[in-house]
């Protein structure tokens, strides 16, 4: 039965290897009592220790709420795989967060108020991510041979992405407060994806489908000089205006402990009514993404090309 609250976990010290919290999530808690929770084994190396040698365990919040509290915020860098596999209940990092983070997730909402390192989102098949600092290489991509990155759900961040971002994802919406390393957007298959900052080499390369945004003028220009990208014609009015519309709504989403203020300035460029200048491609694999290259405010009179 459920024990009719959630639960805060703070961690004691520094693990000297990296500790991996597979199967630590809202749900699997919901119904424990703590000396349940304590008893969970986390993983070590090949050792198996009870929750209770790193955390201090006890009752707080609402049934299927799980705080994870890190004294000293970088510590929690070390800590891998946190709500890698959660179906519902919302999850909140006070602090950084390892590798994985909310791995295959595909329901629930898990809030980081610090950074995370890399696969952030790998393989997420729903729910919601929203990381309030920066976050490492391949988020919301696939795992070594998987054909599919991220596959639906709401991932945001609020600071920069590092290197193949979004490599093979295939459907849901990802927004980049700042900007990502190099080959971003790689072999991207679908979904919706907006980066307001710079980008590093070769961005949208191997793209298929989907849709990118890109609010900075310097990432603009990194996807013109691909020579797989070109210039799109048509009328996309419509499909302009839908996109605008859903990427506001989503945006307003984000909570306002996860970042929600660094992506207003992203909010108020799109503006619905009339679609800008657009790259399609890659051509060098037949694709049909495409992406919009919102004017800078500096000069928003300036062509594309």
């Not at 929203?130 to 596959?151: E, K, N, T, Y």
């Not at 990802?174 to 679908?190: E, H, I, N, Y």
């Not at 657009?278 to 800078?296: K, M, S, T």
């Amino acid at each position: 039965m459920p024990t009719g609250h959630g639960w805060r976990l703070t961690l004691r010290r520094r693990p000297a290897l990296r500790l991996e919290l597979d199967g630590l999530l809202p749900e699997t808690l919901d119904g424990l009592d703590a000396a349940a929770v304590a008893a969970l084994p986390l993983r070590l190396g090949r050792l198996r220790p009870p929750l209770s040698d790193w955390f201090d365990v006890a009752p707080a919040g609402a049934a299927g709420e799980l705080v994870l509290v890190f004294p000293d915020a970088a510590d929690g860098a070390r800590l891998d795989r946190i709500g890698a596999g959660m179906t519902r209940g919302w999850l909140v990092v006070h602090g950084d967060a390892g590798d994985e983070v909310g791995a295959g997730m595909s329901g629930g909402r898990i809030e980081v108020r610090g950074s995370v390192r890399d696969q952030a989102g790998v393989e997420m098949q729903g729910g919601a991510l929203h990381i309030a600092g920066d976050a490492g290489d391949f988020v919301a991509s696939a795992r070594p041979g998987s054909p599919d990155g991220m596959r639906g759900g709401l991932l945001s961040i609020a600071g920069r992405a590092g290197a193949r971002l979004a490599d093979r994802m295939r459907r849901g919406t990802l927004l980049v407060a700042g900007g990502a390393g190099d080959f971003a957007l790689s072999r991207l298959v679908a979904g919706t994806v907006v980066i307001g900052g710079a980008v590093g080499a070769h961005p949208a390369w191997g793209l298929r489908r989907g849709s990118v945004v890109l609010l900075d003028a310097g990432a603009q220009a990194a996807a013109q000089r691909e020579p797989g990208l070109v210039p799109g014609g048509g009328d996309v009015r419509v499909a302009w205006t839908l996109i605008a519309r859903d990427l506001r709504r989503q945006i307003e989403a984000v909570p306002e402990a996860a970042g929600r203020a660094a992506f207003r300035p992203m909010s108020d460029r799109l503006d619905d009514r009339a679609p800008p200048p657009r790259l399609r491609g890659d051509l060098a694999v037949d694709g049909l993404g495409e992406l919009f290259l919102l004017a800078p405010v500096s000069d928003p009179e300036e062509p594309v090309r």
